[in-house]
């Protein structure tokens, strides 16, 4: 299947600073990338949804000022968590799809946040 | 109510067991649906479609039904590496684009 990275794996930070998680797919042009997040023992909850080119679109109660998406290629998105506190702590994942008429997702392999 | 209900068990089976799990969806309009397998600190890893006419793929089987809204997995000879959580997985499209439901996932333990 499909490849997609992600970097970095973890990330330990300090409260108040900015943290970029990159997400890449490697064999694939990705139209759609996804930001997911996973607290312990919860299921995955999508973040925002960013289109190649365009604004991404954030869901209800995700703060677009605080995790800052960009989506400048079709193989690259990055998320940027400004101003980190340990609430944020999370594991965040990416997922890509692309594939013509396909709406499989794959995912990158996680970014585990701990904000001290 | 979740637009996604799975049970999250935890199914606790031997090596060997048949072990099915169903997740229901809400939405009459779904188009895809997928089940995923997320291991411990892992991300999701595709494992199949669902289609309604069934979808088998050496020792796991998937169903869909449409009239019913629920897709099943049935995992057969269970290995101990099948240990997992399963993720019932929902994509329906709506204006603006479409979007993929996740839902919390059914923890799945084989012993020896």
């Known amino acids: 299947g499909a490849v997609v990275s992600q970097h970095p794996s973890r990330v330990i930070c300090k409260s108040g600073t900015s943290v970029k998680i990159e997400c890449r797919s490697l064999?694939?042009?990705?139209?759609?990338m996804f930001w997911y997040r996973q607290f312990p023992k919860q299921s995955l909850m999508l973040m925002a949804t960013?289109?190649?080119?365009?604004?991404?679109?954030?869901e209800q109660g995700v703060e677009k000022d605080k995790f800052l998406i960009n989506h400048a290629s079709l193989t690259l998105s990055t998320l940027t968590v400004t101003s980190a506190h340990p609430e944020d702590s999370s594991f965040y994942i990416c997922?890509?799809?692309?594939?013509?008429?396909?709406?499989?997702?794959?995912f990158g392999p996680g970014t585990r946040l701990t904000v001290l | 109510r979740k637009e996604v209900e799975q049970d999250p068990g935890p199914f606790n089976v031997p090596e060997g067991a048949t072990v099915a799990f169903n997740c229901t969806y809400s939405?009459?309009?779904?188009?895809?649906f997928f089940w995923y397998r997320q291991d411990c600190r892992k991300e999701p890893k595709l494992l199949m479609s669902?289609?309604?006419s069934g979808n088998e793929d050496g020792r796991f089987t998937a169903q869909l039904n449409r009239a019913s809204q629920y897709i099943s997995l049935l995992i057969r000879d269970s290995k101990l590496s099948d240990s997992a959580t399963y993720l019932c997985?929902?994509?329906?499209?709506?204006?603006?684009?479409?979007?993929?439901?996740f839902g919390a996932g059914t923890r799945l333990f084989v012993k020896a």
């Open positions: 960013s289109n190649e080119g365009s604004k991404a679109t954030y």
């Open positions: 997922s890509a799809r692309g594939l013509a008429g396909s709406d499989t997702q794959y």
């Open positions: 939405n009459s309009a779904s188009q895809s």
């Open positions: 669902v289609y309604s």
């Open positions: 997985v929902v994509t329906h499209v709506y204006t603006g684009g479409f979007k993929t439901i």
């Open positions: 064999d694939f042009q990705a139209t759609t």
